[in-house]
């Protein structure tokens, strides 16, 4: 597939999710988190400075690949809320609420999914300052993407949302796109129009964050 993320080191234990319904899909990253949890959590010596590469790139490929593809092209509505990819609409904010629902984080959805981007970062990362790009150029705007390194992100626009997924070789927009009522989406940040008609960018990272990490592995 063209808009498949490729991966460097891919560390989750299951085929494509094309195979597989997504209700088994979900609950085996609940029980790749409970092995991680088991890892690292309860290992007699747990990592001190950073999280390990393989849970990056295990959100990197639930993110990007797994759940994206259940959810691709499953319609924008300003009021959608669907919980069932493919079923009904979903907002953009829905769209990220859902998703880390699904990864097994405890989030409440509707809560998450109607309050600003600004908010919703905060409530996530609440000791993260919120970095704000909206002063640079799009192309220095990719490129400071890149210099922040491989993880998934979420990014906060004038009135949009969305996850910002870099592979170690590309950034990736992951969103529920409202353009033309397209509605999930993959593309690269350079051929996002809606990154790109947004006049402020405020990012905030989810896999560099070892609060929001260990509140994920503990369930």
């Not at 949890?37 to 950073?50: G, H, L, N, R, S």
């Not at 993110?63 to 609409?89: A, C, M, R, S």
């Not at 400071?144 to 070789?169: M, P, Q, R, S």
């Not at 033309?180 to 402020?200: D, H, Y």
Request: aromatic fraction near 12%; charged fraction near 25%.
């Amino acid at each position: 597939m063209k808009d498949k993320i490729h991966v460097v080191q891919p560390v989750t234990s299951w085929d494509s999710s094309e195979t597989k319904s997504y209700e088994v899909l979900k609950k085996e990253i609940a029980a790749s988190r409970k092995r991680f949890f088991i890892k690292y959590m309860q290992a007699d010596t747990p990592f001190k400075k950073e999280w390990p590469e393989e849970i990056k790139y295990f959100w990197i490929n639930a993110i990007g690949n797994d759940l994206y593809h259940h959810w691709k092209n499953t319609p924008w509505d300003f009021n959608g809320t669907t919980t069932e990819p493919g079923q009904g609409t979903i907002a953009c904010g829905f769209f990220v609420a859902t998703l880390l629902q699904d990864m097994g984080l405890k989030v409440n959805r509707r809560k998450l999914s109607i309050c600003a981007s600004s908010q919703m970062m905060r409530s996530l990362v609440p000791k993260q300052p919120l970095r704000n790009l909206s002063q640079l150029s799009y192309i220095n705007f990719n490129e400071k993407l890149k210099e922040y390194g491989i993880g998934v992100y979420i990014i906060g626009l004038d009135y949009h949302t969305g996850f910002i997924v870099n592979d170690g070789k590309e950034n990736w927009f992951i969103h529920s796109n409202y353009i033309g009522r397209k509605g999930v989406t993959k593309e690269t940040v350079t051929n996002s129009a809606a990154l790109k008609s947004s006049k402020t960018r405020w990012i905030v990272s989810l896999t560099g964050d070892k609060d929001f990490l260990q509140r994920w592995l503990n369930g």
